[in-house]
């Protein structure tokens, strides 16, 4: 299919080189008849027939041994410059909208969108721009659009890196070939080779400061043990009399928890969490972590949805629908802080065994239960 490409770029970021290189290497370029004015191209290719020019490229590019062309052109706003008002579309630009049923491509190069005609933009059918990046290096921006403002328009291009094929440059002549290597680089290459040696540096003293630290808490710990160890040396009495250690602790307990209840606080009896009456400081003593809740079973269906549920019956409200669902119908995963039950199922006999004469229990062992809920009838029997 017969497009228009329209290569945008500042001056010397190699958009000549780019475009000289699709010619030399795709396939929908290559071994077509070409017509083009880049400098000193020295690929195989043809000018505007004698006696006529590009701008009245409308009429020879119909003609049959002309029929399938490609057309490349540099610094096209030269030849379709910005057009102010409505007046008549020149034939050249009406041309545009029909090259196509000549088969001819078309690759148009410009520094920008904004200088060329309106026309022009509006039947553009892939618009790739050259840019550099922070990096110090280039990046290809594409879209299947000619876009008027490249920088905002970013967002939604296909990026890609880019970079220049120096073997072109024995193709034309252009400037680009004693520019292209002297960009500026960017304060990220910077970052990038010194960054880690910085951080080295810095997690070495960071390091070295915790030693320290840890140094001196340690040589704190041990002094504190070796007075505690020397004053329970000069306590004797506790340890050739355990009953006397004894009531020395009970008296020692009961003296703080007298204390304690003779500076009672208002502050003490209002709860940290308002919903949690256990959460007052008055239990902070008392108060101890038994269990955790971990997720026992989870029920798909009802009204309610999909919900799991702790051994407890409480309801997780943590765990996502979608999860729950998958755990409703995979099962639960394997948990791995419950500890195993050892069972010897193959040695127990459900037996049955006769309470009264209204009721039965079954047992897994040879020993008799008794039902509670009938022992005031009959006392149970063995069979």
Known sequence: MAQIVLVTGKPRIGKTAFVVDMIMHDEAYKDRKLFSNINGLKLPHHQPPEGHSWEDMYEWLKW????GSLVVF???????????GNGKMPPNVSFLN????YGIDMIFITQSPKII????KEVVNKHIHIAANQMGGLTRLEWNEAVTNTTSEAKRAVSSVHKINEEVFDYYKSAEVHSHNKKVR??????LVFGPFVVLFMLSIVGYMGWRTYQGFKSKGDTQA????AQTVSEPANLTNPVAGITQATQAATSLGQGENANLTPEMFVPTLAERPESKPLYNGVRQVRQFERVAACIDGGESGCACYTDQATKVTEVPEALCKQYALEGLPFNPYKEARQENVGQQQPTVKEVGSSASVWTLDSETK??????????????
């Open 117 to 120: 005609d309106l026309n022009l």
């Open 186 to 191: 960017s304060r990220w290459w910077y970052v």
């Open 64 to 67: 049959e041994e002309n029929i």
């Open 226 to 229: 070796s007075q505690h160890q």
């Open 74 to 84: 540099d610094e096209v706003q030269d030849l379709y410059p910005k057009r102010y």
């Open 370 to 383: 008794q039902n509670l809920a009938y022992a005031h009838d009959a006392p149970v029997s063995a069979q």
């Open 98 to 101: 029909v090259h196509g049923h």
